[in-house]
């Protein structure tokens, strides 16, 4: 274990008294003063304008060496569609290059202070979702990577991800500051605020469709409300209906998946006859056996659905290569349908550097990590480890294909946009680490002045320059032939 690591793991001195003592139903929790007492000690151990250095290690590992070792264990024949993906800009790139990014942040300083993190919390992975009450709501969406880490770590790659989108769409480096301190002054903000709630207060806390439409309001020109109003409507038909219609077709009076070159493979057509009837036995076999894992109401619904066909999906820019699953489910008729997405769950690419998983398969370490940080999870979340038909054991996570989801477009945003949405992705945040680690030392540690702030646009302009220079590695590994990629 790194130097780094190790500093993440340390816990305050301060040891409880009285009633704080006591045995409850979880850890004994130390008095309020004493976790601010802890934070703000935290600072002369790791001064607030520290975060804002980064020089990379002369030990830094090669990152397309990175990259290949990630590609080694996955879908050998998508793997040249993940480089392609990641050399189309510097923030494709970035958002495949979360391992590259975990093993520098490793090297950088932190509070001392854990929470369970997003692992990689760019601000694509902050989209619209819809609770299991049917509301709208803006929360963290990606998960694979989650991890208990240090709290610093999702702030700095949340920062990073907003200045490289800026320079993607011409943002001076002032504008760039402001979007990266309005994201960042809101996390801190809004971590104090937490700091004083009670904490089921804090746990029922959520960023709805109400409060996005007062933050368009408050924030956002006539034309950037309409905006928002749009991508709510938007986000409310993308769900199993709408991608029943656009992923399926009619094949011989019954439904299946339809092919889409380089993104959908129906199982029809990528395994010879015996080979695929392993491989759907195994995949009729995790849904059964997921089901475990769901609330016994939601395996009831469940089992109210029969899988009709499956397809092999590619999904994202960093996940392409993992072997991911799109299965159609139909209830009383076949108008009646429920698309699930059964995703490969590797180990997480913090796990070398903030420690192993306390979970015995990857793919219960991703959900328990969703349900802690979000404030609402899909009903049919769940996991379970598949004996493939080559034997190996693999482990997955398995979640509605899309439930009203809406993706922000960072580049339609201008600045006053982006600085908005930036606010909301900072407040979402906090609310997520909230719920998981010390919200009293780490408000205490950030303190009301801009210090963390300002610390974090250094950093993130001088991340993003890194992030810059390790895409032309990849451009020019893929013009010199060491590594194929194709476009898709």
Not at 230 to 236: P, S, V, Y
Not at 442 to 461: H, Q, S
Request: aromatic share 6%; proline share 4%.
């Amino acid at each position: 274990m790194t130097k780094r690591a190790k500093t993440a793991n340390a816990k305050p001195t301060a040891k409880p008294t009285g009633a704080a003592a006591k045995k409850g139903g979880g850890e004994p929790r130390l008095p309020a003063k004493d976790r601010a007492a802890a934070g703000r000690a935290a600072r002369a151990r790791t001064p607030r304008s520290a975060h804002g250095d980064f020089e990379p290690s002369a030990r830094r590992p090669d990152p397309v060496d990175v990259i290949e070792r990630q590609s080694a264990t996955r879908v050998q024949e998508l793997i040249p569609i993940r480089y392609g993906r990641m050399a189309q800009s510097p923030f494709r790139f970035y958002r495949g290059a979360a391992a590259i990014m975990a093993g520098d942040l490793a090297g950088t300083p932190d509070s001392g202070i854990r929470v369970q993190l997003c692992g990689d919390a760019h601000l694509l992975n902050f989209r619209l979702l819809g609770s299991p009450e049917r509301n709208l709501l803006f929360d963290i969406n990606d998960f694979d990577e989650t991890l208990p880490g240090p709290w610093e770590w999702d702030v700095k790659r949340l920062a990073t991800s907003l200045v490289i989108a800026g320079r993607e769409n011409g943002f001076s480096a002032q504008e760039r500051a402001g979007v990266v301190r309005s994201g960042v002054s809101a996390y801190r903000e809004q971590m104090r605020r937490f700091a004083g709630m009670n904490t089921l207060d804090v746990w029922y806390a959520k960023v709805d469709e109400t409060d996005l439409q007062a933050v368009a309001a408050d924030a956002l020109h006539t034309r950037g409300r309409k905006n928002v109003s749009e991508a709510l409507t938007k986000a409310r038909g993308r769900d199993s209906l709408q991608a029943f219609e656009k992923l399926t077709e009619v094949v011989d009076g019954e439904r299946r998946f339809a092919a889409a070159p380089q993104l959908i493979t129906p199982i029809s057509q990528l395994l010879p006859d015996r080979e695929r009837d392993g491989l759907e036995s195994e995949i009729h076999d995790l849904v059964e056996r997921y089901g475990r894992s769901l609330q016994s109401d939601r395996l009831h619904l469940l089992r109210q659905f029969s899988v009709v066909d499956m397809a092999r999906k590619v999904v994202g820019v960093g996940s392409v290569g993992m072997r991911c699953w799109v299965i159609l489910l139909l209830g009383r008729d076949d108008q009646d349908p429920l698309i699930l997405q059964a995703k490969e769950a590797g180990e997480s690419v913090l796990a070398a550097h903030a420690g192993a998983s306390e979970f015995a398969t990857e793919g219960e370490r991703v959900v328990a990590g969703q349900r802690v940080m979000q404030a609402a999870s899909d009903i049919f979340l769940g996991w379970h480890r598949m004996h493939g038909v080559d034997g190996r054991e693999r482990d997955f996570y398995v979640r509605q294909l899309r439930d009203w989801k809406g993706i922000a477009e960072p580049s339609r945003m201008v600045p006053r946009g982006m600085r908005a949405f930036a606010g909301l992705c900072g407040v979402t945040l906090a609310r997520a680490h909230a719920r998981s680690g010390d919200r009293i030392a780490i408000a205490a540690y950030l303190g009301r002045r801009e210090v963390f702030d300002d610390a974090l646009v250094r950093f993130a302009e001088s991340y993003a320059d890194q992030n810059e220079r390790d895409h032309r590695r990849l451009v020019e590994a893929i013009a010199s032939g060491r590594v194929s990629a194709v476009a898709a």
